[in-house]
């Protein structure tokens, strides 16, 4: 990624890298067992954790970003993965849509570690230093504009980078919020006013609204959510200041849309896109045809393709 981004804008300081990785799974296992669940305990089960979205990796344990609810799981014997811990966001409303379509991490000089979830009406900070052993809750953030939207009226992104969380806020555009102080935020895009929050909005990039968000170096790109449209790049050398370098439309629209190695993926029938060889020229490069679906993971540049009724493929 430093080669493909630096020939454009150079890479940011990373002032918060170096997250930490515990023991994941990396066994053998019998060809009898490929393409089916190991264990399938954590989508059937335990009604009571709640919905289950967008899963991430973080300090040896699967972080799973739920509706208000979030789980966190022991998967060193895959075979038997263990809940080791459940939060709830303080603006939890059973029936209230806060679908986590994504989670970020940060680890900060002091050793801390922290994690952006998405809440009914704004963002939640937790503390998830010791995911094994406690999770807390740091600081809920409140949104304009956001209120248990499904997608207007909600927030489809996180990226952490930095001092910096940018926010996909669909039709209200970008928030950048200032976490230099992780218990005190503040609006970096209006400084003046730091706890009154302004978006960026739509219009700067033709309209598209904003889901899943991804800061990489200098350069944040994303895509549309749910039943929407397009691709953007913008350039956030100021980051309070980003500027629009590109947008392109998907071929129909979208589901949701993902960032691996250097494009974005766009869903329902996959359509991929370089973002970040010339950020200011989006190159459509490849198409997969797929059934509709949802959610998409990435690992060992295998795209693991979330379908309608519980069934999944492997591209």
């Known amino acids: 990624m430093k080669k493909i981004i630096g020939t454009v804008f150079g890479l940011g300081v990373a002032l918060f890298a170096n997250i930490s ?12 067992l490929l393409n089916k669940a190991l264990n ?49 966001s303080p603006t939890y409303r059973a029936g209230g849509e806060q679908e986590n ?37 740091v600081k809920e953030v409140r949104l304009p504009g956001i209120n248990y939207g499904d997608v207007d009226g909600a927030i489809w992104g996180v990226g952490w980078q930095g001092k910096y969380i940018y926010v996909g806020a669909t039709n209200n555009g970008v928030y950048v919020i200032d976490v230099s102080d992780v218990r005190n935020p503040k609006d970096a895009v ?26 990489i170096g200098n350069l944040l790109a994303f895509g549309a959510p749910k039943d929407a449209n397009g691709v953007v790049t913008l350039d956030i050398s100021n980051p309070g200041r980003p500027v629009t370098l590109d947008t392109h439309n998907c071929l129909r629209n979208t589901y949701i849309t993902w960032f691996y190695g250097k494009w974005i993926f766009c869903e329902e029938a996959v359509a991929i896109y ?12 490849g198409t997969v045809n797929t059934p509709a679906a949802e959610y998409m993971s990435f690992g060992d540049d295998h795209l693991f393709f979330g379908r309608y009724a519980a069934q999944w493929r492997r591209v």
């Open 21 to 32: 990785a515990g023991d994941f799974p990396n066994g053998s296992y019998p060809s009898s």
């Open 40 to 88: 399938n305990k954590l989508v059937r089960g335990n009604p009571g954790y709640g919905k289950q979205n967008q899963p991430a990796a973080h300090g040896g344990y699967l972080a799973i970003g739920g509706n208000g609810l979030h789980t966190f799981v022991d998967v060193r014997d895959p075979y038997n993965p263990r809940i080791v811990k459940q939060v709830q």
């Open 101 to 137: 379509h994504q989670i970020s991490f940060a680890k900060y000089p002091d050793g801390n570690e922290y994690m952006v979830s998405i809440s009914g009406v704004g963002i939640d900070i937790w503390n998830v230093t010791n995911i094994g052993s406690n999770v807390t809750h």
């Open 190 to 215: 209006s400084p003046n006013t730091p706890t009154s929050y302004e978006a960026i909005p739509t219009r700067n990039w033709n309209n598209i609204k904003a889901g899943p968000i991804f800061p």
């Open 274 to 285: 370089d973002v970040t060889t010339n950020p200011r020229d989006i190159k459509q490069v």
